[in-house]
């Protein structure tokens, strides 16, 4: 039986005034970059501000350090799909979660109908739609409305404050949905789907249009750095081993088909969404959030990619970076 070692990544931020300068100092270098467009297959998220940039550093400790529109609300999107996979390990246990979800990147765009065939077994990850619909499917619950309690409930404690919907977007998304309820019913075709595949779709959408903010995000980011504690509420929100399991899922699949280039330039866990937001994860340090609406041709924040490669340099987050024995 293996167990948990007590020797994990830990390590601390610079000290609040380095890390605050260095926030600032991302805004400042970032805000006037004007590359990418914003989503608009989503009608809803077409009306996005592309001036809009923010964000925010949590240490592990639930400090918080914030510029431009860090507290400007919009919807998770994509993001969700981590949070999702964490809660469902905690609820069936992290094998059992890989055996039905899959875990390997398909190399393929987030909405593949192609990733699902190819797999023979109609594996993908829950990084992925048609991964994170299987997984929405699993949630504890005996109706919909039992599993959307799990669901939002969930999320609401990694936020450490209660999310809602955004009537609005899942409004929008729910009228342009053909694509996820086609990967639903694909998932049933080869029985990788536990509740009913339309269903579970609405479930899905309805979790991608929850309102965050940046600094919402960032302390949801720092409870995975944090072995699974909350920051800035201090609760258990997820037993420690599933957050490592999460990272690693991130790690090769959380900016789809570009994952390889953003762990080349990060060296760290990381998670996009649609409508702008973007997570980074320093296991044991902290977490960062963004949010920038206007995006590359993969899906991802261009201001968030930019901010997080910065920081990850400056703040010495890169889990790969090393210095030779003896140097300074």
């Not at 006037?32 to 608009?40: H, I, N, R, S, Y």
């Not at 302390?219 to 399991?245: D, S, Y």
Request: charged share 20%; net charge negative.
């Amino acid at each position: 039986m293996w167990s948990v070692s007590e020797w994990v990544s830990n390590g601390h931020l610079p000290t609040a005034e380095v890390v605050q300068e260095l926030v600032a100092e991302a805004h400042g270098r970032f805000a006037p970059v004007l590359d990418g467009q914003v989503a608009d297959y989503i009608p809803a998220l077409a009306a996005a501000a592309p001036e809009h940039f923010g964000l925010c550093v949590s240490s592990c400790g639930g400090a918080l350090f914030e510029a431009g529109e860090a507290r400007v609300a919009f919807s998770i999107q994509s993001i969700s799909k981590p949070f999702l996979f964490a809660l469902i390990c905690q609820a069936i246990g992290e094998q059992e979660a890989r055996e039905k979800l899959g875990v390997n990147s398909t190399g393929l765009p987030f909405n593949s109908v192609l990733a699902v065939e190819r797999s023979g077994e109609g594996l993908s990850n829950p990084m992925v739609n048609a991964g994170a619909i299987a997984a929405t499917s699993l949630a504890p619950g005996a109706s919909s409305e039992d599993k959307w309690a799990f669901i939002q409930d969930g999320f609401s404690r990694f936020a450490g404050r209660r999310l809602e919907v955004d009537g609005r977007v899942f409004d929008s998304e729910l009228a342009s949905n053909r694509r996820n309820a086609g990967l639903a019913t694909l998932l049933s075709d080869h029985d990788r789907i536990w509740w009913d595949p339309d269903e579970a779709t609405e479930l899905y959408t309805r979790q991608c249009s929850l309102s965050v903010t940046a600094a919402d995000l960032a302390v949801m980011a720092a409870t995975l750095a944090n072995g699974g504690r909350q920051p800035v509420t201090g609760e258990q929100v997820i037993e420690a081993i599933h957050c490592q399991h999460v990272l690693a899922v991130m790690v090769t699949a959380g900016l789809y088909e570009t994952s390889g280039d953003w762990l080349y330039a990060t060296g760290l866990p990381g998670k996009s969404g649609v409508a702008g937001g973007m997570i980074t994860v320093a296991p044991g340090k902290g977490g960062l959030a963004t949010y920038s609406p206007p995006l590359d041709e993969a899906g991802n924040s261009v201001r968030g990619q930019l901010t997080a490669r910065f920081l990850s340099e400056r703040l010495g987050l890169n889990l790969f970076a090393s210095r030779p024995e003896g140097s300074r």
